[in-house]
Every structure is written in structure tokens, then in C-alpha cells.
């Protein structure tokens, strides 16, 4: 209820402040902007807290209620779940408080279930990834989700320097046996400086600090009393000595990052030329079991590497562009081993690095198109596109691996046209990946059981060839020249070869001014 409150009371607060700080700009020069924006092409620069003061040179705030279904069947990771359905609302806002500064900030309230969850009761499946508690019942799981963020940015001459905070808190749940209760904070802080260089380029640099925590419970009810939990190590392991009955644990965590930012800027604020963003993330994860006072048998090493290169170019009425986007993750686990106990107090005697998951991904993107300007009453954009990944998690002990590869086209056209006082826009892309390369050797792993089962089962998932079409519509209707209203509906459609269909729907009404 507190953080409920704080969610409603942050965006209370925020649009009183996009109020106090309206321009004069009409609202639909201001969509206009937004749709024909090439800075939006390329978007890991902009998590540059310094290089935002660039983004849009008016203010900009929208709120939102949305909805979600989701059904996915067997074209799912199973501890991930194969539906998920969820309300939301969401406030999203950029405001030019003067020459010299901006503020902005996003709030957010989800609440949501997520269907068929199964070998995983904890929350943030990827971050905490093969250091979970699983059993092999499951069932749904209920989640809360608030988010808050807060960031300014104030310029000074060629200089400019910008603050960010960012905290993210969860609550899921199930009231039904197994009942695991997570409850989660999440805070990231950010400080950024940038530099005009000339009069065509700004160089920014980045440090980021992130505190993470889980602390997960599991209870029974029913008379038949518990049923075992595992404590999961990958591809199928587990800690043996700590199956059975360690229903409670802590997942505590620390994180540094940074980044180096280069962005074209012209007199009117364009962003014509080159961009280019190389960031890179540290993670630390602990995993600890409560009942064995906080014995931490488990720890998460995680680097990420990503460089984002784009060149755009827009003019009165064309626009241009190419992205490249390269990413590498490295993702360690490690075991720590303990001897005899005493008073309940395990010692920690050694540390074995037994998990490994190497991760790279590449995708290549371009846009060519047209603006709708002046008395023009049509806009339109292509973007094609094509990538590869491509993933091995290990676990050393028994020799165990899985080595997948994919690659990736597709081609998605944007249209947009101005109807008296509404924006009328709508999309339809299509693509298709194709499995490069899926081998593995398993030696030792039951697949009659439900843990070696469920291991095949996301092997054949994310092995398996797709295609997608997806279908976006969107009205805008300007009410006056502050406001706005919108309604948007988002469907994607996937059919995997062995797996099956899945479709994800999203509807938003909002408003923008």
C-alpha cells in the first residue's frame, strides 16, 4: 500500500511540474516531431544522462493505461512461464524548465500474472539465472511492479552535466501451494558529463552504480505438508546437499558501469552524422540461504559489453539511416563449497567456477523515408533489418553444454497520415529466424524426470526456426493545442516450426501534451 501510494504521489507530482513548465508549441508540431524523429533510431545513447539534455528541444509528457495478454503455449522458456497477462499505467515525462536545464522522470505502476511457471520460484529469471529455487509443481505467479525514475540535466557553456536515479521495486507471489513470496528492490544511480565539441559533435562519459536485492519465501498450507525444493545450478543440476526443505533465500547484489558517448547535433538540433555508444556493465550476485544463517552457496558474476554505431541524416522531407548494434555477455556462476557444520554455522572451504554462458548478438538495421511536412498529408518508413546471436551456457563439473545459433531478416514499413485534427499511423513487419547451429551433450541428465524434461523442452524452444508479422495501429486526436488523446493497439503473431503459435496483444489509451 506505501509503495502504491508513493507510485500515485510521484505522478501527481510530476504533472503539476510539466504543467507549470507548458510551452508554446502546438501539440501536433510536437507529435509530428516525434514521429519523424531520427534520434530515436539510436537509442542506447540517450541512457547518457548529460547527452539527454539534446533530445527534443520542447517539452513532452504522456500517460498512459495499457494492457497486456500474452499466450504462448510450448514456444516458451518454462521457468519463464507461457502466458502472462497485466494492467498497467504509466507516466512518461520531458520538460524544458529553461535555456539552461531539464528534468525528467518516468512513473509506473504494473500488476500482472504471469501463467505456468514451472522450476522457478524466484522473480528476474535472467539476472538471477542458474542460481534459482525450483520444484517441479509450480503454477501461476501474481507480480506487483513499481517503478520510479528521476533525472536532470543543466548546461553550462560547451559543458553539460546530468543525475539520474532510478528504483524499481516487486512483489510476486501465488496463493496457492508451493507459495513463494518475492519481494524485491532494485536502485540505480547514474552521473553523466558531455562536451561540445566543435560545433557538430558532443562527447559525453557515463558511471553508473546499481544495489540489488530478492529475498524469496515459500510456504505450504495444505495438509499434505511440503514438497521438495532444489537449489538449481544449470543445465539441469542441482546442490544436492541443500535439496529438501531451504525454502527461503536471499539474492543480494552490486553493480558498477560506464559509458562513452559520441552525438552529431546541428544548429536546429538535428542529428545529423555519426553516433556511437560503448557501454559496459559489472554485475554481482549472491545467492544465500536463510535458515543455514545466510550460508552464501552460490555467486553471479556478469559483464556486459555493448556498442551501438548509427548514421542518420533527415531533412525537410527525407530521412536516412543505419544502425549497428553489438553485444557481449559473459555470465559466470560460482559454487562455494562448506564443510561440516557447527552450531549451524556452515564454513566456507573453497569456490569452484562450474557455470558459463557466453552470449553474442549483432544486428544491423536501416530506415529510409519520408516526413509528413508542411501541406504533405502522408509520411512514410521502411526498416529493414537482419541479425545473428548466439549463446553456450557449460557447466564444467560433468561436461555438460548447449551451444545454439540464430540469424534473422525482416522488413517493417511505418505509415503516417494527418486527418483534420488526427494522426493516423500504422506498421507491419514481418520477419523470420532460422536456427544456424543447435548441438549438445548431456551426459548423466534423466529425461524422464521433469528437470531433464524441462531442459529439452527450452532446448527445442530456442532452437526452433520462427517466422513473426506484427501489426501496430495508433490514433492521435488533437483536442487543443495542449493536449492530445491517443489509442494505440500493438498484436504480434510467431509460428515456430515444432512449437507452435503465440500472440502478444497490447492496447494504450493515454494522453500527450
Not at 366 to 374: A, K, N, R
Not at 407 to 416: I, Y
Not at 441 to 447: C, E, H, I, Q
Request: proline share 3%.
Amino acid at each position: 500500500m506505501r509503495l502504491r501510494f508513493l507510485t500515485l504521489l510521484t505522478i501527481a507530482c510530476l504533472l503539476p511540474i510539466r504543467i507549470w513548465a507548458a510551452d508554446t508549441l502546438h501539440i501536433e508540431q510536437k507529435l509530428l516531431s516525434e514521429y519523424n524523429h531520427t534520434a530515436l533510431f539510436h537509442k542506447q545513447i540517450w541512457q547518457n544522462s548529460a547527452i539527454r539534455y539534446n533530445l527534443r528541444p520542447f517539452s513532452l509528457t504522456t500517460t498512459s493505461v495499457n494492457g497486456l495478454y500474452e499466450e504462448r503455449g510450448s514456444a516458451a522458456l518454462v521457468q519463464e512461464g507461457n502466458g502472462e497477462k497485466n494492467f498497467n499505467i504509466k507516466v512518461n515525462s520531458f520538460v524544458v524548465l529553461n535555456q539552461h536545464s531539464r528534468l525528467f522522470g518516468t512513473a509506473s505502476y504494473r500488476n500482472g500474472r504471469r501463467e505456468d511457471v514451472v522450476w522457478n520460484e524466484n522473480s528476474d529469471f535472467s539476472l538471477l539465472y542458474p542460481y534459482l529455487v525450483g520444484d517441479s509443481i509450480g503454477g501461476y505467479m501474481k507480480e506487483e511492479e513499481y517503478k520510479f525514475s528521476g533525472g536532470y540535466t543543466y548546461r553550462f557553456g560547451k559543458w553539460a552535466g546530468g543525475a539520474e536515479l532510478d528504483y524499481r521495486a516487486v512483489i510476486a507471489y501465488r496463493d496457492k501451494d508451493p507459495r513463494p513470496r518475492n519481494i524485491i528492490s532494485d536502485l540505480k544511480a547514474s552521473l553523466a558529463l558531455s562536451r561540445n565539441l566543435g560545433e557538430k559533435y558532443i562527447l559525453g562519459l557515463s558511471v553508473q552504480a546499481r544495489k540489488y536485492n530478492q529475498r524469496s519465501d515459500i510456504k505450504y498450507l495444505a495438509d499434505k505438508g511440503p514438497t521438495s525444493v532444489y537449489q538449481m545450478l544449470g543445465l539441469g543440476m542441482d546442490y544436492v546437499r541443500f535439496a529438501g526443505s531451504q525454502t527461503s533465500s536471499r539474492y543480494t547484489g552490486s553493480g558498477i558501469g560506464g559509458s562513452i558517448d559520441l552525438l552529431p547535433v546541428g544548429k536546429n538540433g538535428e542529428n545529423n552524422g555519426f553516433s556511437a555508444s560503448l557501454r559496459t556493465d559489472y554485475f554481482h550476485l549472491t545467492k544465500e540461504l536463510v535458515s543455514i544463517n545466510y550460508a552464501p552457496i552460490n555467486e553471479v558474476k556478469n559483464v556486459d559489453i555493448s556498442l551501438e554505431t548509427a548514421w542518420t541524416h533527415q531533412n525537410r522531407e527525407w530521412k536516412y539511416g543505419v544502425n549497428l548494434l553489438a553485444a557481449l555477455q559473459q555470465h559466470t556462476g560460482v559454487e562455494n563449497i562448506f564443510g561440516d557444520p557447527t552450531a549451524n554455522v556452515y564454513p566456507k572451504i573453497s569456490s569452484v567456477d562450474q557455470f558459463k554462458n557466453a552470449t553474442q548478438k549483432i544486428a544491423l538495421k536501416g530506415m529510409v523515408g519520408q516526413s509528413l511536412y508542411g501541406s504533405r498529408r502522408w509520411g512514410w518508413t521502411l526498416l529493414p533489418s537482419v541479425g545473428y546471436g548466439q549463446t553456450k551456457p557449460e557447466y564444467k563439473d560433468n561436461g555438460r553444454y548447449v551451444e545454439i545459433a540464430s540469424a534473422s531478416g525482416g522488413l517493417e514499413a511505418q505509415s503516417l497520415w494527418k486527418v483534420s485534427k488526427m494522426l493516423l499511423s500504422a506498421s507491419v513487419a514481418g520477419g523470420y529466424t532460422t536456427n544456424v547451429k543447435s548441438e549438445y551433450s548431456l551426459p548423466g541428465l534423466d529425461t524422464q524426470k521433469s528437470v531433464g524434461s524441462t531442459l529439452l523442452s527450452n532446448i527445442d524452444y530456442l532452437s526452433d526456426d520462427h517466422a513473426s508479422i506484427a501489426l501496430k495501429l495508433r490514433g492521435d486526436y488533437v483536442i487543443n493545442k495542449q493536449y492530445a488523446l491517443f489509442l494505440s493497439a500493438n498484436w504480434l503473431h510467431q509460428e515456430y516450426k515444432n512449437c507452435g503459435g503465440t500472440d502478444r496483444i497490447e492496447v494504450s489509451l493515454g494522453v500527450t501534451f
